[in-house]
């Protein structure tokens, strides 16, 4: 298992490599030239090119990628074209908001996907089935901004339940940070309640047909520790392997959500980067959300081996 | 990491009786059951549901200038923010002046939504028909290449896997903003972020495939490997093809109409649902038609062809599993 695990880490490096490719040429050969953005509509092209010269764009484009990739080794992300902070504090400032947010929407869709998905698979066939079955269908195809305008509309326009848009950091109060959370998560989880419910359900029906749920149910156990105890403590492998492909939902998921929520997270962040053409803080952006998809998907792997003593490399 | 995500509608018949359907058994189901495909597929429940409602957007594409007299794109300052309803007032090409009743109310520029929704899903099936069908075709080329030769394999798949690791909407989004938007822009950074999960289908095919007796016996007598390709390779590529590009559709419009909204997706002067969407944020709160009635739009679109989708697989491809 160890040379597995050896193995399986090794392979993120050409992946992380290709990102850093990928990522680095898209930013210098699309057209558009960021020092003439900083530079303003007054600039004359001698700022201009001054102005290139000291943001190092001048350099031929190997010279620039191992300098980046020299840069990011030493944990150096470089200094935002605009706001002339080092990229890595901007960074720090958002990670708090995307944080809340992503966490807040997991949990919330576990809490409310596992027991929908179980009932699901107990009560197969049933209108109660079929419910389950036509709002995850219908889940994964309402986009996370409608489901969040809604909300909005109905809870906090009309009702005046919650705050239409904004965020509170922790440090300013854990309950209005909650408060303000409840919206944007419940609009994001949808789609994973959507996908979990589902997987819950495949997974604990696979399991209900095996022998020994019929043992436990043939010596009496109550259905409730049936379902509890046998049913779902096995049918959780693949449960937990679905976060693998829901952390790339998340991704962009979390990029809509704080557009229509105005949270001040990574997700904004790189939408504005983008639009101003903000190499460093684009480039830091993407190689981290990479970063985080790519290993989020290795512990995946590594706890997939450790859950499951059936799966042996 | 998704090829880890079982099939729920294999999963389904597995917990019968069968055990994991293999390339094999499910291409012997597949012959089997050839001459009812097609009434099997009309019996579907999601697929005539979702098929019918495709059909009914499809049907606005050529429908449109019959449903509504007015132009999506005439500014109008009079007819300004009007809610569902309003008798809106527009004057002909004699001058004239004549009343439309405003059935999904006016937008910040006077601009009837109704016009632009009908005429929105010209663009939105486009993309997500262009985006499917070059996705796709590239992503077949790639994959049979990739899965032939060896050589090649371990290039190309590390390059996916790499591809794969951005996240699609950072990819797309960096794509447009940074080339420019215009349509075109548009569906190729959609493209781009699908291809890797097409190359990998198909090369997982031919993976299979290329241990099948009939292709070793094929190689044996000397057939070339063009022919052996197009003759025994492709053709089992089709029915998961079907299947993945009809998905891919469905996340195409999506992700075009996020684009939009976003403000990095076709030029705002385009009517398409996302643009409408992007425009009406700004007064949401007062005027929530121009959001509410393009978003139902779209959600029925996506929600016809992921109905769509999920009846091709359970019917065509029953060995395929759900890609996101």
């Known amino acids: 298992m160890w040379t597995y695990l050896f193995k399986r880490i090794l392979a993120v490096i050409p992946v992380l490599l290709v990102v850093l490719v990928v990522v680095f040429l898209m930013l210098r050969l699309t057209p558009g030239d960021p020092a003439a953005n900083i530079a303003g509509d007054a600039a004359t092209s001698e700022d201009i090119a001054e102005l290139r010269i000291e943001l190092g764009l001048e350099e031929p484009l190997p010279v620039q990628f191992a300098i980046y990739v020299r840069n990011l080794l030493k944990g150096d992300f470089g200094e935002s074209f605009y706001y002339k902070r080092p990229v890595i504090s901007m960074i720090a400032d958002g990670i708090e908001p995307t944080l809340s947010l992503a966490l807040f929407t997991i949990v919330l869709a576990c809490l409310v996907a596992v027991p929908l998905g179980t009932l699901a698979a107990y009560k197969q066939g049933t209108w109660i089935d079929r419910l389950v079955m036509g709002f995850s269908v219908v889940g994964f195809s309402v986009p996370v901004f409608v489901i969040g305008y809604i909300l909005i509309y109905f809870l906090s326009v009309k009702l005046d339940w919650f705050p239409v848009q904004g965020y509170q950091h922790i440090a300013d109060g854990i309950g209005g940070w909650a408060y303000r959370l409840v919206l944007p998560s419940t609009a994001l989880s949808v789609i994973f309640i959507a996908l979990i419910a589902r997987m819950t359900r495949t997974s604990v029906l696979e399991v209900l047909s095996e022998d020994y749920i019929r043992t436990a149910r043939a010596k009496g156990l109550p259905q409730m520790k049936v379902l ?37 997270g990574l997700g904004l962040l790189t939408l504005d980067a983008i639009q101003g053409r903000d190499y460093p803080t684009v480039q830091a952006l993407i190689i981290l959300f990479s970063v985080v998809y790519v290993v989020i998907n290795l512990l995946i792997d590594v706890i997939y081996t450790l859950l499951d003593p059936r799966i042996r490399y | 990491m998704t090829d880890q995500f079982p099939d729920e509608s294999s999963q389904q018949q597995t917990a019968a009786d069968t055990a994991v359907i293999s390339a094999e058994s499910a291409e012997a189901i597949e012959v089997r059951e050839q001459p009812s495909v097609w009434s099997r597929l009309l019996r579907h429940p999601s697929v005539i549901i979702g098929g019918l409602l495709l059909t009914l957007i499809v049907g606005l594409v050529p429908a449109a200038p019959f449903l509504t007299s007015l132009d999506p794109t005439d500014i109008s300052p009079r007819n300004r923010n009007k809610p569902p309803g309003f008798m809106t007032v527009h004057k002909d090409e004699e001058g004239s002046k004549y009343e439309v009743k405003a059935v999904m109310g006016t937008d910040k520029l006077g601009r009837d939504v109704f016009a632009r929704v009908i005429y929105g899903a010209r663009v939105s099936l486009m993309v997500g028909l262009c985006v499917a069908f070059i996705a796709v075709s590239i992503g077949l080329l790639i994959g049979l290449l990739a899965g032939y030769f060896r050589l090649l394999d371990a290039i190309v798949m590390r390059f996916m896997d790499g591809l794969m690791a951005i996240p699609a909407i950072l990819l797309a989004i960096a794509l447009v903003s940074l080339s420019g938007a215009s349509l075109f822009t548009v569906i190729m950074a959609i493209v781009i972020p699908e291809i890797p999960r097409v190359v990998r289908l198909v090369r997982s095919i031919v993976l299979s495939i290329r241990e099948e007796p009939y292709v070793e016996a094929a190689i044996s007598v000397g057939t070339p490997t063009p022919k052996i390709l197009y003759r025994h390779v492709l053709p089992n590529t089709i029915a998961p093809l079907i299947v993945q590009g009809t998905f891919i559709c469905g996340s195409a419009i999506l992700l075009e109409a996020i684009l939009s909204f976003l403000g990095v997706g076709v030029p705002p002067e385009i009517p398409t649902w996302g643009n409408i969407m992007a425009q009406g944020r700004d007064l949401f709160q007062i005027y929530p038609h121009s959001i ?33």
């Open chain 1, 228 to 264: 509890l105890k046998h049913a779902l403590r096995n049918a959780a492998v693949p449960i937990v392997t679905i976060i693998g492909i829901a952390i790339a939902i998340l991704i962009s998921g979390v990029v809509v959500t704080e557009s229509v929520f105005v949270i001040p």
């Open chain 2, 292 to 324: 509410f009635y393009p978003g139902i739009f779209l959600t029925l679109t996506v929600l016809a062809i992921n109905m769509l989708g999920d009846g091709l697989r359970d019917t065509i491809d029953p060995r395929m599993s759900r890609e996101f």
